[in-house]
């Protein structure tokens, strides 16, 4: 009988480590954006739209600073998508307002090749032309294939080629923490 291996994991960021640093977004944002008036978030799918909705709440409540808050899903601009998408056309982006002269920050879990990041803007820049767009990202892991930097950074770590890191949120995954495997 073969011995199966166990999976060893490590927390990069508790649940109060990733409130913490979801707060730090809002009072960056709010210092830098605050008399805009034309500030806007999309979350990119999966997980980016919550991030999105928790740092406006937080924005809302302790800053006094509304922001609307959108979803988009970049499958359809992704240059691999007939590997990720095979059998058809999936597409639930819902932006209830108009991007074009926004200042749009993206919110993404995991920054790694960019790829997906790319995607977004090809999205988004389809959808308007925003003033600026900005990119917030939980965790940047490297590995980037395309030149693309987060304005804002939670957790900066190195990946062993092969590792992987998973953005646990309760809404999801009933928990909320970041784990390296």
Same mark, same amino acid.
């Given at each position: 009988?073969?011995?199966? +291996?166990?999976?060893?994991?490590?927390? *990069?960021?508790?649940?109060?480590?990733? +409130?913490?640093?979801?707060?730090?977004?809002?009072?960056?944002?709010?210092?830098?954006?605050?008399?805009?008036?034309?500030?806007?978030?999309?979350?990119?799918?999966?997980?980016?739209?919550?991030? @999105?909705?928790?740092? @406006?709440?937080?924005?809302? !409540?302790?800053?006094?600073? %509304?922001?609307?808050?959108?979803?988009?899903?970049?499958?359809?601009?992704?240059?691999?998508?007939?590997?990720?998408?095979?059998?058809?056309?999936?597409?639930?982006?819902?932006?209830?307002?108009? *991007?074009?002269?926004?200042?749009?920050?993206?919110?993404?879990?995991?920054?790694?090749?960019?790829?997906?990041?790319?995607?977004?803007?090809?999205?988004?820049?389809?959808?308007?032309? %925003?003033?600026?767009?900005?990119? @917030?990202?939980?965790?940047?892991? /490297?590995?980037?294939?395309? %030149?693309? !930097?987060?304005?804002?950074? /939670?957790?900066?770590? !190195?990946?062993?080629?092969?590792?992987?890191?998973? *953005?646990?949120?309760?809404?999801?995954?009933?928990?909320? !923490? *970041?784990? +390296?495997?």
């Amino acid at each position: 009988m073969q011995k199966s +291996k166990a999976t060893k994991s490590s927390q *990069v960021l508790s649940e109060t480590q990733l +409130k913490r640093t979801l707060a730090g977004f809002a009072a960056r944002i709010s210092e830098e954006y605050a008399g805009t008036g034309s500030l806007a978030f999309i979350g990119i799918r999966t997980r980016g739209p919550i991030l @999105a909705r928790r740092v @406006a709440a937080v924005l809302k !409540e302790k800053h006094h600073l %509304p922001v609307p808050v959108g979803e988009l899903d970049a499958t359809l601009y992704r240059d691999d998508l007939n590997t990720l998408l095979p059998k058809g056309r999936i597409d639930a982006t819902h932006i209830s307002f108009e *991007v074009t002269d926004k200042t749009v920050i993206l919110f993404d879990d995991v920054l790694h090749t960019g790829r997906t990041v790319r995607a977004a803007v090809d999205h988004l820049m389809a959808l308007g032309r %925003p003033r600026a767009i900005f990119l @917030a990202v939980l965790v940047d892991r /490297g590995g980037r294939e395309l %030149p693309i !930097e987060a304005n804002f950074v /939670g957790k900066k770590i !190195e990946m062993a080629k092969g590792g992987d890191v998973r *953005v646990r949120l309760a809404e999801i995954d009933r928990v909320d !923490e *970041v784990i +390296k495997v």
